[in-house]
């Protein structure tokens, strides 16, 4: 069980180094090995993801990833920013199938922003494609306009695209997730506008046939947006492209208490996985002990799961994480009266502890 190792920028390295704790807790065969990877590997090496740390990722099994970025990166060419790490290790692995779960444990019921009763038993499953749409779509860049409102002016563009199989191997996967769970999948797109989501929408109710024993409803991302704080029990297993996935996850997390909660795993067709939470690098927060690890943590599970056959360990670590929430310890992020606020590596600690 060979793991790469890439804690990243920011709170990636603090994260990371908790998750780790855990892992070696388990007593379980790991071969870890880590690398720099975003702003810290530009820092040394002059690029983001450099090859050494492309060819380790390649060679493991899975991958454990922190975060990357920082603002004092955003004026360089955008080949050297620390993003194009992650989009990268995404691109070059084929990691198309993003798992961004949004849970709410029991105890973090009053954490979120929303009221108890909109959230308490929460299960969704977002399902985001990770390797197509308006993220990747060429061409892209910046010229002087022939057309449009302003001719002659300066302007920008990107490219939104989705071909046909990128499409359908993203419903084969979220069917397939809604089997395992209710049945049910509402698929993203903004068809109503945009002919990539046409294409989607068309696509998606054509493999829907393929699953008769899974209820497929269609809606727009506007409307998804707002149900998913108005209603979101309503959902079960979401699927929707590049973008909205992005944006949308970012909303779900805060259905579970934070974003601090929100692990992810990104899947290629040989089941070689990427795990990261769902958040960012968080300068703001960085360096001061202070940050929330158990989506890291948690994304450590799925990687037990998905892609190192360890469900055993998996559940472990998740009745760990449930049991420090029972005994009330809190990061900031979830801190509420009556709870008692800890940091970053007690928080750690207190999940390998739980370990038993
Ligand atoms: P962010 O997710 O880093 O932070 C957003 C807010 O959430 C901040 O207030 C931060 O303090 C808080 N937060 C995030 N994670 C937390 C945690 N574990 N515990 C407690 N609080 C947490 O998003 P941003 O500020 O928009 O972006 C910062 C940098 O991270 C940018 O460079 C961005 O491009 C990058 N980023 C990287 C990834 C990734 O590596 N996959 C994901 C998102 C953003
Ligand atoms: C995420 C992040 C990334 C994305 C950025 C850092 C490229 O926001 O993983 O959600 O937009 O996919
Ligand atoms: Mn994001």
Same mark, same amino acid.
């Given at each position: ?12 390295? +603090? ?113 985001? +494609? ?73 696509? /998606? ?13 269609? /809606? ?5 947006? /707002? ?29 579970? *208490? ?14 070689? *996985?990427?795990? +990261? ?25 799925? /990687? ?53």
């Amino acid at each position: 069980m060979k793991i790469a190792v890439l804690p990243g920028d920011g709170i990636g390295t +603090e994260i990371v180094a908790e998750a780790i704790k855990v892992l070696d807790a388990l007593g379980l065969p790991f071969e870890m090995e880590s690398a720099l990877v975003g702003g810290a590997a530009y820092e040394a090496h002059g690029h983001p993801l450099p090859e050494s740390t492309l060819k380790l990722a390649k060679e493991s099994d899975a991958i454990l990833f922190g975060a990357v970025g920082d603002w004092k990166y955003d004026k360089l060419d955008r080949p050297l920013r620390p993003e194009q790490a992650i989009l990268g290790l995404r691109k070059h692995l084929g990691l198309f199938a993003n798992f961004r779960p949004a849970i709410c444990y029991e105890q973090l019921v009053g954490a979120s922003s929303l009221k108890p009763e909109l959230i308490a038993g929460l299960d969704i499953l977002i399902i985001r +494609e990770l390797t197509g749409d308006i993220y990747f779509g060429q061409p892209r860049g910046r010229r002087t306009a022939v057309d449009g409102h302003f001719p002659g002016a300066e302007e920008a563009f990107d490219t939104m695209r989705y071909s046909r199989p990128e499409i359908e191997r993203i419903a084969h996967v979220a069917f397939q997730a809604a089997r395992k769970r209710s049945k049910r999948v509402t698929s993203v797109d903004k068809a109503n506008v945009l002919e990539t989501f046409q294409f989607w929408k068309d696509v /998606m109710t054509e493999v829907g046939q393929q699953y008769p024993d899974v209820e497929l409803q269609h /809606m727009y991302v506007d409307n998804a947006a /707002m149900q998913l704080v108005k209603a979101p029990k309503a959902f079960d297993v979401i699927v929707t492209g590049n973008m909205f996935g992005d944006i949308l996850s970012d909303e779900a997390s805060m259905l579970t *208490g934070s974003i601090g909660m929100l692990p992810s795993a990104s899947l290629n067709a040989k089941n070689q *996985g990427l795990y +990261e939470p769902s958040h960012g690098s968080a300068p703001d927060i960085a360096g001061k002990g202070v940050a929330n690890p158990l989506a890291t943590i948690l994304s450590a599970a799925m /990687m037990l799961r998905f892609s190192l056959n360890q469900e055993a360990a998996a559940q472990r670590i998740e009745a760990a994480v449930q049991s420090v929430l029972a005994q009330g310890l809190r990061t900031p992020d979830i801190y509420s009266a009556g709870t008692t606020k800890v940091g970053t590596a007690q928080m750690g600690d207190a999940v390998v502890t739980a370990l038993g």
